[in-house]
């Protein structure tokens, strides 16, 4: 478990260890990959002795899970944000607000997406943060996929989970396409964030009520207004 973060010590030359350490963390796995960091190269970066972080983060594994829990925040504020503007009267289009948060956020922020998206890199269930951050959105998820269902927007006899789980799984897919630079030869052009939020669009579509339709010309519109 992440111990809370103490105060700096005045000898430091950082306000913030901790966060001087995710930043070093973020731009070592940019530099050099996942695998070259360790908690004393991290210091190093930062500029602080090697024994400073292990009063933060006892293991690599502690450390990078410090940074998923700030990607996590991150991704929640993408999707609040995205939720606000839609508002939740229309479910269809709360259910695109969530998918659309999350893939800009995933473009946006490729380093946060690969390390909290590895459960082998952190220690997701040690985290309450992380747990709670994640449920509060899956619970989200299933609710308006229920009150699409209930409207005759999405289809119906299917379990409310598994079509959630199925909208995860497109956005999850789709941007890791991308950040691991699958695009090219799929022969996706334009700018990213486009491809792919037309791609969540069309499958939306797919498990709509009315054969996809007006969901596929609502995201067209959507788009549009964004645009």
């Known amino acids: 478990m992440i111990s809370a973060a103490a105060p700096a010590r005045s000898g430091y030359h950082h306000g913030n260890l901790v966060e001087a350490l995710i930043q070093a963390t973020i731009a070592l796995i940019e530099e050099r990959g996942v695998e070259a960091v360790s908690v004393r190269e991290v210091a190093k970066r930062a500029g602080v002795s090697a024994g400073a972080p292990f009063r933060h983060f006892k293991s690599k594994t502690a450390l990078l899970t ?131 939020s037309a791609a969540l669009d069309q499958f939306i579509a797919l498990i709509a009520a009315d054969g996809g339709v007006a969901v596929a010309q609502q995201g067209s519109r959507q788009r549009a207004l964004r645009d």
């Open 66 to 196: 410090a940074v998923a829990e700030q990607a996590m925040e991150r991704l929640t504020e993408a999707v609040r944000t995205e939720l606000e503007r839609a508002g939740d009267s229309d479910p269809i289009a709360a259910i695109h607000a969530i998918g659309r948060g999350y893939l800009a956020w995933a473009l946006a922020n490729p380093t946060h997406f690969q390390v909290i998206s590895s459960r082998s890199l952190i220690d997701f269930h040690s985290s309450q943060r992380l747990v709670e951050q994640n449920e509060a959105i899956r619970l989200i998820m299933v609710d308006l996929v229920a009150r699409a269902q209930r409207a005759g927007r999405l289809r119906a006899g299917t379990d409310p989970e598994t079509l959630m789980l199925s909208l995860r799984a497109f956005s999850y897919g789709v941007a890791r396409m991308w950040i691991d630079g699958h695009f090219p030869e799929w022969r996706v052009e334009g700018p990213a964030l486009e491809a792919v």
